[in-house]
């Protein structure tokens, strides 16, 4: 390649041909100009929908000034990496709800760093054969409207649940993005829509889908779990169930994710331990248990203290069980007075359950007779 007398649609076409060959899913080019998405990153910021997540309101219009970020930047090559894993046991893990689930984006290794490694990679070798190129990759760790620009670049479309859309993959993919200035030239922005669907929309546990294209962060489940790092409030509780790290329930529903195809990183598989996981055996570890069992994993992030809250929450939202009621209490001062409030919820909830269930109130019912009339215990 060469940029004296250059073919940029040759360039473009060799570049998009690289990353697929790097093991991208898919790649488009797009421009910088995010202008007109800014007032609909206002209003969401006016609305408080971010909750907690001060660096979305910190860093301002940057977000919609991709050349701000990285100076001299002229187009953004988005690219997708599929993750669902073999196996991902959606149903069969929500119908559990004495297992913990855990969004299937999280069960495998962390994909900031392997997205990341692998845009490095693209970048260097078009600079080894245009070395006026500057560029800089990002996987969502910088103010970018990564949907906005994948939609620009023709990878998709946004849905009503705001994540990315493709005819081809659902939504079951990573998005990552290297800034470059190069003047390539553009893909034509993916033109798809949901439609009259609103699935996603009837199906989120919390109704953090406030309308159509807009999410009210506090509410989401993958807020709740991951972002948040206090008390979750307790409305929210019964509403999370068995979910621990993340939610995917409006992915499960769209129509779209029918014909997703699975992940070809086998780095984005299952461990085995997060493989539909007992939540009693998940509460049994310790804080040095899960940092060596989450090692290389996004959930290590959410560090030892919001992954017992979460645990807690799953727990009171389980069956009632005795088990499940000496856990709790076992676990009561292991971490700090946010825990043990989640915790203490737990147990009242527990102990409601054990009050509505038929079995438990007929042995206690037993019992008291025992007491009352000095009948035989086996009587």
């Keep these: 390649m060469s940029v004296t007398n250059p073919d940029w649609a040759a360039i473009a076409a060799h570049i998009k041909s690289l990353a ?40 301002g219009q940057m977000r919609v000034r991709p050349d701000e970020l990285h100076p001299g930047t002229l187009r953004v090559i988005s690219v997708a990496l599929d993750y669902l894993p073999p196996d991902a046991g959606f149903a069969q893990t929500l119908k559990a709800p004495e297992k913990g689930y855990i969004s299937r984006y999280a069960g495998g290794r962390d994909y900031h760093k392997l997205m990341r490694n692998r845009l490095k990679q693209l970048g260097q070798r078009i600079h080894a054969e245009l070395p006026e190129l500057a560029f800089r990759p990002f996987v969502d760790s910088a103010p970018l409207l990564e949907r906005p620009l994948a939609r620009n670049a023709g990878l998709g479309w946004v849905g009503k649940h705001s994540l990315l859309l493709n005819r081809k993959a659902g939504s079951w993919f990573f998005l990552g993005e290297l800034l470059i200035n190069l003047p390539l030239p553009v893909d034509q922005p993916h033109q798809g829509d949901c439609g009259h669907c609103t699935a996603c929309i009837t199906s989120c546990p919390t109704g953090a889908i406030v309308e159509p294209y807009v999410v009210d962060g506090r509410r989401c489940i993958s807020y709740l779990t991951i972002e948040l790092d206090g008390p979750i409030p307790e409305p929210l ?78 727990l009171g939202n389980a069956p009632h069980s005795d088990a499940t009621v000496a856990a709790l209490k076992a676990g009561l001062g292991r971490v700090d007075e946010m825990v043990d409030e989640h915790i203490h919820w737990a147990l009242a909830q527990q102990a409601d359950k054990a009050s509505q269930d038929p079995v438990a109130n007929r042995q206690q019912q037993r019992l008291i007779r025992v007491v009352e009339k000095g009948l035989p215990r086996d009587a």
């Design 20 to 59: 697929l060959e790097m093991g991208f899913c898919a790649v488009g080019i797009a421009d910088v100009d995010l202008q007109a998405e800014w007032p609909h990153l206002q209003r969401w910021l006016d609305n408080h929908y971010h909750g907690e997540m001060d660096y979305m309101a910190r860093h």
């Design 237 to 314: 509780r019964a509403p999370m169930g068995n979910r621990i790290y993340g939610c995917d329930d409006c992915q499960l529903v769209c129509p779209w994710n029918r014909v997703a195809p699975l992940t070809r990183e086998a780095d984005f598989h299952t461990r085995p331990d997060l493989q539909q996981p007992d939540l009693l055996t998940l509460w049994q570890w310790d804080e040095a248990h899960f940092l060596k069992a989450t090692e290389g994993s996004p959930i290590r992030r959410i560090g030892y203290r919001r992954w017992q809250r979460n645990l807690a929450v799953a």
